[in-house]
Each structure stands twice: as structure tokens, then as C-alpha cells.
């Protein structure tokens, strides 16, 4: 079983769903949760960062952590064709060396 | 500020050969790691770096991967003999605090032929 789990998709949504992406983790030495988009051909990007439970929001991206269940998400409101990559969380902790393990990642299309 | 720099981008090679890949992280960035990123997979930890010093290299292939980190800055990994399955994304990424993530540079992408 692997330490963190991603649905690897496609998911394909028109322009302006809301897009939900998840993952759950077995590890419970993680604290600390993040997103990265990955274009194609290029290096991931950090979306967001979160330590606690809850809900965690920037501009049309939310970020929500349940420690309980060891399930995070990603929901993306307004979705546009840009949004149109592969997402990826992460998660560290420091009693697990805050090193930094990724799930496979889910590639998201949104059609115009 | 400026980001990761990795060089160099795209590499070919045949197998048995050596290469080596070059990372320069953000300034004042203590922890440095390398990943490797198979097509369609997530970055896979190979070695993580605080300062100089290696926190965890448990999934690093030591018959034939290698890395340093000179003076905790720069770093360079190197693989020698390739195989035909090394080929891949090598991606170099750094932080500064841990609960916030790290910041990737573009990769080198490395074909073995």
C-alpha cells in the first residue's frame, strides 16, 4: 500500500464546474499538507500549504484536511481551461523527517 | 527572488554511460531534495539534504546514484553506470520552512538509450 493515494484520472469537467480532487494517506506522522499543479513538461508548483483541519482558502482554490479520516482536498471553483494539469498533494511531518512524499497525481481537463 | 536552477535540461544518453545533474536552490534554503518522476507518476524521494548533511537517502539506488551537496548550497547527483529504466524527470526542489512546502525547479529530463 502506498503512504499516500490519488485517484490518476482524467477528470474532465467544463469550464466553470468545481473541480474536487482527493487523496487519502496512511502515515499518520503527517502534519503538513500541500497542493502542486504540474503542466507538462514542467516542474510542480505550489498551490497551497496547510497544517491543520479545516478548510483553507486562497483565491477559487479551497484546500480541506480531515486528520481523522487521513483525506485531503482540492476544490477549485470556476474551473477554466488553464486549470488544466495534473495536481498532485503532498504531505511531511517532522517526525517523519519533514520529508516530502507525493501521491501519483490526478490530470484534470476542463473543456471549453 | 529567484528560483531553483537546474541544468541541464535534456540529456541523452546510452547506457552504462554516466551523467550529472546541477541544482542551485533558493537562497537561503536549508533543505535541498532530489526526486525522480517517472512519466505519469508522482516525484519519488531520492535523497533530502538540511545544510550539507543527508536526512534520508533510503530510496536512493547507491550502486549507481550519488549526490553532494557542496558548502550546503549547491548540489549535484550523479548516476554511473544509467540503465535503461533511470530514464526520467530529476527534479530538484528546496525549503526553508518545512510546513510550507518546497519550491520545485524545471528538471532535467534524462533519456537512456
Known amino acids: 500500500q502506498k503512504e499516500v493515494e490519488q485517484d490518476p484520472g482524467p477528470l474532465s469537467v467544463p469550464e466553470g464546474a468545481i473541480v474536487s480532487l482527493n487523496c487519502t494517506y496512511s502515515?499518520?506522522?503527517?502534519?503538513?499538507f500541500m497542493w502542486y499543479r504540474q503542466y507538462s513538461r514542467k516542474g510542480p508548483e505550489l498551490l497551497m500549504y496547510t497544517y491543520s483541519s479545516g478548510n483553507k482558502e486562497d483565491g477559487r482554490f479551497t484546500a480541506q484536511v480531515d486528520k481523522s479520516s487521513k483525506y485531503i482536498s482540492l476544490f477549485i471553483r470556476d474551473s477554466q481551461p488553464s486549470d488544466s494539469a495534473t495536481y498532485l498533494c503532498a504531505m511531511s511531518g517532522p517526525s517523519a523527517g519533514n520529508m516530502l512524499t507525493f501521491g501519483g497525481g490526478t490530470r484534470l481537463m476542463v473543456k471549453p | 527572488e529567484a528560483g531553483v536552477a537546474q541544468s541541464p535540461r535534456y540529456k541523452i544518453i546510452e547506457k552504462r554511460q554516466s551523467v550529472a545533474f546541477w541544482c542551485n536552490p533558493i537562497s537561503g534554503h536549508a533543505t535541498l531534495y532530489w526526486y525522480q518522476q517517472i512519466l505519469g507518476q508522482g516525484p519519488k524521494l531520492l535523497i533530502q539534504?538540511?545544510?550539507?548533511?543527508?536526512?534520508?537517502d533510503s530510496q536512493l539506488p547507491k550502486d549507481r546514484f550519488s549526490a553532494e551537496r557542496l558548502k550546503g548550497v549547491d548540489s549535484t547527483l550523479k548516476i554511473q553506470p544509467a540503465k535503461l529504466e533511470d530514464s526520467a524527470v530529476y527534479l530538484c526542489?528546496?525549503?526553508?520552512?518545512?510546513?510550507?512546502?518546497?519550491?520545485f525547479g524545471q528538471g532535467t529530463r534524462l533519456t537512456v538509450v
Open positions: 539534504f538540511q545544510n550539507n548533511g543527508v536526512v534520508d
Open positions: 502515515n499518520s506522522a503527517f502534519q503538513y
Open positions: 526542489a528546496s525549503s526553508r520552512i518545512a510546513s510550507r512546502g518546497a519550491f
